[in-house]
């Protein structure tokens, strides 16, 4: 049991210090100047998807860049919405995992497709709740949504890491 115990210990290290150095490298990269140009027009294109699904929802909204206006509520995208951080959180915690590194690829695209959509869902949400609340909108996107997707996310993680032990 020692040996497999051996075996294990780099890749529980790796696990967690792999996705949290990125995840702290993301969260750098939302805030340096030299990045934040190129994260606006991500930024601009997630409104304008953000508008897209308001209008099949049929509630109609204006958008002007990154900004974007409902009836009686309004929200601005800013880089740090785009989901950077949380990218590439997900992305190294997949990567960690072993397996042949196709299947790897394929696994971190599936998760960043994950991410974005869930990305996508909130600002939706809140947007819709903020044309009926915009306390509750406030509440929701400073408090609730964070705490949910770190639960989720530490949940994924844990069934994950349970699920698919490292094969030495």
Known sequence: MAQREESVTPFRDRAVAL???????GTFLE???????????????????TAEVMGWL??????????????GYSIRIVPECTGL??????????????GPWGKRALRVLGALALVEGLNLMRLVSVLLV???SPVWASRLHAVGFPLFFTLL????????????????
């Open 58 to 71: 049929g509630l109609p909204t204006y958008q002007d860049g990154a900004s974007l206006y409902a009836v």
């Open 130 to 132: 903020g044309t009926r």
């Open 85 to 98: 951080a949380a990218s590439l959180l997900v992305a190294a915690a997949v990567a960690t995992f072993p």
């Open 31 to 49: 805030r340096w100047d030299g990045v934040r140009s190129h994260l606006a027009w991500l930024a601009g294109r997630l409104a304008r998807a």
């Open 19 to 25: 996705p949290l150095a990125f995840g702290a490298l």
């Open 153 to 168: 996310a530490g949940f994924f993680w844990a069934r994950w890491f349970r699920r698919e032990p490292p094969s030495r």
